[in-house]
């Protein structure tokens, strides 16, 4: 086999989502695969619609999911010159022509055919227009469009996926493929670039199969050899209809804004029309590489569940090691860090290695970035509860609170070199013996203000034995009132 030279060829229109992330994943894996080269084509002639923000955000979203291309990325709006000659070429070929109709005409012949019950379809009215009559309509300055001729008759190309497909082109009628010798369209600057770049396979989205013949048309006039062409399946939402936000569908730039890893991500669009051998759905880009095989991707629509998509990120947050994470947490909600030390906004100071320790506590019970400071901002922030949250099951007020002062006074008599983990966890043991719950749940609640959080004698060593011992006063002061 060859060795595959293949493109990922967004429009500079909007945000990279889903569906684009996955059909450059797919490229991506299917060339380096094969040891072949993975091109990124920004396909920016559409100047009213493509936008500088658009483009810079498809790069950086690709290589935030770690998706660099091989090569220089090349912009169709910078080979207008080759455009123009192929549109050129044709024209002297006779196989496109230029085209004066106006929208009016054209849409009054439009609804004349929807009337009748026919499908609409150009006329051909300036299909036979002689050299000279174009000459003058040119020369006038009338406005025109370039279209290409179409042969009345249905084809069939083979799509590597799905197998033969036919297309009637007696429903279509020649199709505009220029506004002008220089502003090429969609259906005329693809196949130009493929051509001129090399490409073997064309991997894209299924909604591009009714494109395909029409550029096969633009191969077989040129007399280029087309690329293997492989149509992916539809992404779907959960309920089997069109995929929308709606389901949870974000550009990437949102899912990488809302906390999400790129491996996550990567994993999870993985899996959208494509599945490793065996059970397993946990595989990291590089195994992805060693397995992927285009006859495996699936022809049936794929349906995105978002819940798949957190389960993967829970499970790569818990892998990463806290110093990575230290490096992407945004903590500016909450202070700044400031040589080895973090300020908090309510006056706390940590030292790195208990930032690191409240990021291990948070991402324990966290399904995103964002989440595993918000899991601990007790931390961080000023709290205040509810007195009953101190109770445990069916003990009394008088009960914790004897419990809380037991705790209090055998804090007060550690060092504060010794107020670690270990050493807090064997007083609370002590204490408790075969009650654990009356002792370790009030002091849960009166360092965090919350049901749920992680073991208290982790939290105390954190904040430390002066704000350890003033938390519990302020609970004592609840119970109290």
Known sequence: MIKPRVRFAPSPTGYLHIGGARTALFNFLFAKSQKGTFILRIEDTDKSRSLPEYE???????????????????KQSQRLDLYEKVIKTLID????????????????????????????????????????????KLSRGESYVIRLKVPEKIITFKDFLRGEIK??????????????ERSPLYLLAAPVDDHYQGITHVIRGEDHIPNTPKQLLIFKYMEWEPPIFVHLPLIL?????????????????????EGYLPEALINFIALLGWHPEGDREIISLEEMIREFRLEKINTSP?????????????????????????????????????????YALNGNIYSKEKVL??????????STITEILLSVEFFFKDFDYDKNLLLWKNASFEEIKKNLEEIRDEFIKLKEEDFKSDKIKEVLDKLSQNEKGKYFWPLRAALTGKEASPPPFE????????KTISLIDKALEKLNE
């Open 93 to 136: 070929k006779g196989y496109a022509y230029y085209c004066f109709c106006t929208k009016e005409e054209l849409e009054i012949r439009r609804q004349e055919q929807l009337t009748r019950g026919e499908p609409p379809r150009y006329s051909g009215k300036c299909k036979n227009l002689t050299k000279e009559e174009v000459n003058k």
């Open 56 to 74: 810079e955000d498809i790069i950086e979203s690709l290589n935030w999911l770690g998706l660099y291309p091989d090569e220089e990325i090349v």
């Open 302 to 342: 794929a349906r995105f569940n978002i819940n798949k998509l957190i389960f993967f990120n829970r499970y790569y947050l818990r892998q990463k090691d806290s110093k990575d994470l230290l490096e992407i947490i945004n903590f500016s909600p909450y202070g700044e860090f400031k040589g080895d030390d973090f």
């Open 237 to 257: 939402g959960p309920d089997g209809t069109k995929l929308s936000k709606r389901h949870g569908a974000k550009s990437i730039r949102e899912y990488r804004n």
């Open 459 to 466: 939290i105390a060593e954190v904040f430390g034995k002066e």
């Open 357 to 366: 320790k409240i990021i291990e506590m948070g991402k324990e019970r966290a």
């Open 167 to 180: 297309f009637d082109f007696r429903l279509l009628g020649d199709f505009v493929i220029a506004k002008n």
